[in-house]
């Protein structure tokens, strides 16, 4: 079946730490996309990309960064810069061209807390 | 600027009762519009989405929105709603000047449904 996977799930990580979340789909989707979502705030774009070894900052990239080595990786790493990094982290995907073009398909999440 | 309201924070609906949930938008172009579902601890799932034509559009589960561009809105409606309708609801907007830019997301509804 296509989809989107992340993992792991839930994440906990220690003061200083930077961890990594995996973000693959096997949708031969262009774009990927990842979202922060807390309590209250909906979703906001951390990191997207249009393509292989490309990527734009959100509106809140500070403390994260992104790779995108492959068309269907796109992990997210945060990084002890990151002040305030519990949350829940959603990761999607979308055509640039073709039928359904722009619709994002998300993945199930990862739960990242802060010890 | 960019931005999708979501009026109601939360709503309470008796179960085989009428659902409107509220969606308005400001987008200086010609948006793609999406209502997107979420149960908790889950991602997010695409109910319908609006690219053109017919203002009136069907989604999965029963639901169906309709886009009034003199408004500048997106109302996601059921005629009767279920006990696993509750979970919380996003309207988003996209664009059409260039695919795989990210969407812009309202910050939710929660439905809850009385017996």
């Known amino acids: 079946d296509g989809g989107i996977t992340q993992s792991p799930k839930y994440l906990f990580r220690k003061e200083g730490q930077n961890v990594t979340l995996s973000c693959e789909q096997n949708?031969?989707?262009?774009?990927m996309y990842w979202y922060r979502q807390d309590p209250g705030q909906g979703l906001r774009l951390i990191y997207y990309?249009?393509?292989?070894?490309?990527?734009q900052k959100g509106d809140i990239a500070e403390g994260y960064s992104v790779s995108r080595e492959k068309k269907e990786s796109f992990p997210l790493t945060v990084t002890s810069a990151q002040k305030n990094p519990t949350a829940f982290y959603l990761c999607?995907?979308?055509?640039?061209?073709?039928?359904?073009?722009?619709?994002?398909?998300f993945g199930p999440g990862t739960r990242l807390t802060v010890l | 600027a960019q931005s999708v309201t979501q009026p109601d924070i939360h709503i309470t609906v008796s179960e085989g009762a009428s659902l409107e949930l509220r969606c308005n938008y400001s987008?200086?172009?010609?948006?793609?519009l999406f209502w997107y579902v979420q149960s908790p601890g889950q991602g997010l799932q695409l109910l319908l989405k609006?690219?053109?034509?017919?203002?009136l559009v069907q989604g999965i589960k029963g639901f169906e929105a309709e886009f009034k561009r003199s408004q500048s809105s997106f109302n996601l409606r059921k005629p009767s709603v279920h006990w696993s309708d509750a979970a919380e609801y996003f309207c988003?907007?996209?664009?059409?000047?260039?695919?795989?830019?990210?969407?812009?997301f309202g910050k939710g509804t929660t439905l809850s449904v009385s017996s």
């Open positions: 999607a995907s979308s055509r640039l061209a073709g039928p359904s073009t722009d619709t994002q398909y």
């Open positions: 949708l031969n989707h262009d774009a």
């Open positions: 990309s249009q393509i292989v070894n490309d990527f």
């Open positions: 987008y200086g172009a010609t948006p793609y």
């Open positions: 609006y690219f053109s034509g017919d203002t």
């Open positions: 988003a907007v996209g664009g059409s000047r260039q695919a795989g830019t990210a969407l812009i």
